[in-house]
């Protein structure tokens, strides 16, 4: 519960969304499929579409792979979104 909690305080789950659909749109950008992409990325086409819908979190290993196979800084692929890395005002313990 406890992460959960700091989930939607960092706004984590916002970001995941918006990761998974600025993924979908490199992925489209260069004419790939969810298999070709996910084939190459050695990831399976399930978990590459639970990215792109925003309900996984990625390793950093995984971001990277995907990176790579989209030929993208992560920078770029980052852009259109806001990553969150303000601490929440109150400790998780307070709840």
Known sequence: MALR???LRFGVM??????GAA????????????EELAHRAGITIGYLSQLENGRR???LLVIAALCGV?????????KGFTINT???????DEH
């Open 70 to 78: 989209l030929d993208i800084e992560l920078a770029d692929l980052a």
């Open 5 to 7: 909690a700091a989930m």
């Open 23 to 34: 993924l979908r749109r490199a992925r489209d950008d260069r004419g790939l499929t969810q």
């Open 86 to 92: 303000k601490a929440p005002s109150k400790s998780l």
């Open 57 to 59: 979190n990625p390793s």
């Open 14 to 19: 916002d970001m995941l969304k918006d990761f």
